[in-house]
């Protein structure tokens, strides 16, 4: 028994008219008579007596009106309550966003749309110091932070240019990029820092050929066939399909990404929600992802 039903019901049953209960809520008039005798089928009761130019209730319809009647009022009261509560809510929240831009936005807009009065400040680099209020990155920073979480593991993959020597393969080893030069966004960066141990341990370091943070540029070298560089695969998914290819390692490497925040700051009730809001995006993410 569905809420739409109860509403029709109860329009009906206080203006003991079908024709014009259909015209408050815009169905047609058949439609309405349909709904209120498929709840009279459902209940096992006849809950309107007919004539020609008349409608009243019967006993049972009197019965369930008055039930409705409250159930209504008490569902519509705590939408009234949730809804003054959302309009309440404001301030300013302060994020640091290193990885998943794209999905940290997706989850910004959402949130922002559900809860308007709350502002945000985003960072997208480390240039300013803090402090934020929540951070999505490496382990880099999070000693800074008494809190913290693993939202996603995600595989490193290395993407190439079309035509490159490796674009036509499935799976590639390490040991196969000793000779290449690579473009990355920063020494510091934990994907490449994760790569760097992996290529030391198979006997050679990874020659950079460009470093540089803006993800715009980073692609341009890209694609002026400077450099193959490290994808994360799923934040980076569509980013080099019209220009390359990303390619698993024969052996998989790995990045986490983490969210970082002080226990202090959750008393503010913007950023405790908000926190919610990011751990069930990641948390689609992952499942979309995982491999049974």
């Not at 559900?114 to 240039?127: M, R």
């Amino acid at each position: 028994m569905d809420l739409m039903r109860l509403r029709y019901f109860y329009t009906v049953g206080k203006m003991l008219n079908i024709s014009q209960a259909a015209k408050v809520h815009g169905i047609p008039q058949p439609a309405m008579s349909k709904t209120i005798s498929s709840l009279e089928s459902e209940l096992g009761a006849k809950l309107f007596d007919r004539s020609k130019n008349h409608l009243t209730l019967t006993g049972p319809g009197q019965l369930f009106m008055s039930e409705v009647e409250k159930a209504l009022e008490h569902l519509d009261r705590g939408m009234r309550e949730v809804k003054a509560k959302k309009d309440a809510l404001s301030g300013d929240l302060r994020l640091a966003i290193m990885y998943h831009r794209n999905t940290c936005i997706h989850c910004i807009d959402s949130f922002s749309k559900d809860y308007p009065g709350v502002n945000f400040s985003i960072y997208n680099d480390w240039g300013d110091p803090g402090p934020f209020d929540l951070c999505i990155g490496g382990v880099d920073r999070m000693a800074q932070y008494d809190s913290s979480r693993i939202l996603l593991r995600e595989e490193i993959r290395i993407a190439v240019p079309y035509g490159h020597r490796l674009a036509g393969r499935s799976r590639v080893a390490v040991e196969e990029l000793k000779n290449e030069k690579f473009i990355i966004s920063s020494t510091s960066n934990q994907m490449f820092q994760i790569f760097s141990a992996v290529a030391e341990n198979a006997g050679f370091i990874p020659k950079i050929s460009i470093v540089s943070n803006d993800l715009y540029c980073l692609l341009q070298y890209f694609n002026l066939g400077m450099g193959i560089t490290l994808a994360p695969c799923l934040s980076w998914a569509t980013l080099f399909k019209d220009s390359g290819v990303m390619i698993p390692f024969e052996s998989p490497v790995y990045r986490t990404v983490h969210m970082f925040w002080n226990m202090h700051n959750l008393a503010k009730p913007s950023l405790a929600l908000f926190k919610q809001y990011m751990e069930d995006e990641f948390r689609k993410i992952a499942d979309a992802n995982r491999i049974e």
